[in-house]
């Protein structure tokens, strides 16, 4: 049973810059499909950004220029590097992977299967 275990989340102030980790170490398939989505309080989870099997990068329209989706050499960490952080940023942060075959869009929820608990990001 994969499991994702993030860190980084905590309290930050506006303005701040943020990095968000995920250890995806558990996949052992290289051509690994992964991703970040927050939660605001009471709202529906929607998608930040993702990586997709062939390593392409993929970015939600409203943080785009704000975020930065990357895995390390070895594809055991996931990380997701905030800037510039807004009240409006507060979240839950989940970092997702999916384990099964097929060609789909990075950023749909539906596209993954195995979820994160969720760090949470308070911005004051």
């Known amino acids: 049973h994969v499991q994702l275990v993030e860190s980084g989340g905590g309290s930050v102030q506006a303005g701040w810059s943020l990095r968000l980790s995920c250890d995806v170490s558990?996949?052992?398939?290289?051509?690994?499909?992964v991703g970040w989505f927050h939660q605001a309080p009471g709202k529906e989870r929607e998608e930040v950004a993702g990586?997709?099997?062939?390593?392409?990068?993929y970015y939600a329209d409203s943080v785009k220029d704000r975020c930065n989706i990357s895995l390390d050499k070895d594809k055991t960490t996931l990380y997701l590097q905030m800037s510039s952080l807004k009240p409006e940023d507060t979240a839950m942060y989940y970092c997702?992977?999916?384990?099964?075959?097929?060609?789909?869009?990075?950023?749909?929820?539906?596209?993954?299967?195995?979820w994160g608990q969720g760090p949470q990001v308070p911005v004051s």
């Open positions: 997702a992977a999916r384990s099964r075959p097929g060609v789909v869009p990075p950023l749909a929820e539906s596209s993954y299967n195995i």
């Open positions: 558990g996949f052992t398939n290289s051509r690994k499909f």
């Open positions: 990586i997709n099997s062939s390593g392409g990068l």
